[in-house]
């Protein structure tokens, strides 16, 4: 079983950064990958960035440089530090988990609010 607990949204104005923390609940953190999702009000869900056990690490197109996806092994915790915030950034942020033998994310957080103004 594995639990993920996000912290760090909060209400900024643009060109601000903000750092994401989630903590993982799992026995054996290493075996997971670990990705970023966020949603915005009336849109899909979409991959911010992942991070494998290797440290490995993929982005949005969106991202464009401006967020970097770290982790944390001997916390088990995954961080997203996201710079150069823009209002488009607006969204709820989700921490989920991929166990590294499947295909999709199987775990979720309850997501954190991140809200950027113009």
């Known amino acids: 079983q594995v639990e993920l607990a996000e912290s760090g949204g909060g209400l900024v104005q643009a060109g601000d950064s903000l750092r994401l923390s989630c903590a993982v609940s799992v026995r054996t953190f290493s075996s997971y990958h670990m990705g970023w999702f966020r949603q915005a009000p009336g849109k899909q869900r979409e991959l911010v960035a992942q991070?494998?056990?290797?440290?490995?690490?993929g982005y949005g197109d969106f991202v464009k440089g401006r967020f970097t996806i770290s982790r944390d092994h001997a916390k088990s915790r995954v961080y997203l530090q996201m710079d150069m915030l823009l209002p488009e950034d607006t969204a709820v942020y989700y921490c989920?988990?991929?166990?590294?033998?499947?295909?999709?994310?199987?775990?979720w957080g309850q997501g954190t609010q991140v809200t950027v103004s113009s």
């Open positions: 991070i494998t056990p290797g440290r490995s690490t």
């Open positions: 989920a988990a991929r166990d590294v033998a499947r295909p999709d994310y199987d775990y």
